[in-house]
């Protein structure tokens, strides 16, 4: 997985996409992730790639602005043996809240895709670079960048709320309840069926929030 530059490329496994319905290109979250932690997408391990994509749906769900920081509070980065460890989130001192999506990940390695960017102009594309870069790191990284809760990033008001708000609510949610409500029409009923206490908070939060 080494760096080329005819044409440039990067790898995602194949659970990405049938598990986890991670779509390209990526969302402006999660190339920030990338980018905060200095990490190729196939770096990351699968169920760490699910709370990516269950934070923003719930936050979706919710009515809740998708907050890098916010995510951050919640998680850290536990880094495998180097140069080629794979690299996983846990949850903070303040703890993450949501359930592995599989307790066991076994063989993801053995399917994986090459997305190779043929007769792009990073200078005119816009889905897959900014300004001419790249929006993430599109190769391994060999020292990706730890982190510990949110750490010294700045918070506004309107994420330290989102941050007291998500607190409360219950632990652990299940990651493939909340993963499933992604193109739901009912998503606030689904939530509803397993968590009522939450649905009561919900009506809260989004009263709060809007």
């Not at 941050?163 to 309840?177: G, Q, R, S, T, V």
């Not at 739901?184 to 009263?207: I, K, M, N, P, Q």
């Amino acid at each position: 997985m080494g760096k080329s530059t005819n044409p440039p490329h990067f790898y995602m496994y194949h659970c990405f996409f049938r598990d986890l319905g991670v779509c390209l290109p990526f969302t402006q979250f999660e190339c920030d992730f990338l980018n905060f932690v200095n990490s190729a997408p196939c770096q990351l391990h699968p169920n760490s790639w699910s709370f990516l994509r269950v934070f923003q749906v719930l936050c979706t769900v919710l009515g809740i602005e998708v907050s890098l920081p916010v995510f951050l509070h919640f998680y850290q980065l536990k880094v495998g043996i180097p140069p080629y460890g794979i690299l996983s989130l846990s949850g903070s001192r303040d703890g993450g809240f949501f359930s592995l999506f599989s307790q066991s990940y076994k063989k993801f390695k053995q399917e994986f895709f090459r997305v190779a960017l043929v007769n792009v102009d990073p200078l005119e594309d816009g889905a897959f670079y900014f300004g001419g870069l790249p929006r993430f790191p599109f190769y391994w990284c060999p020292r990706p960048s730890r982190f510990h809760g949110v750490g010294q990033v700045k918070l506004t008001a309107l994420e330290a709320a989102s941050i007291e708000n998500l607190a409360a609510l219950p632990y652990l949610l299940d990651c493939k309840l909340v993963l499933s409500l992604a193109n739901s029409a009912y998503r606030e009923r689904g939530l509803e069926s397993e968590y009522f206490v939450f649905f009561l908070w919900l009506g809260v939060c989004v009263a709060y929030f809007c």
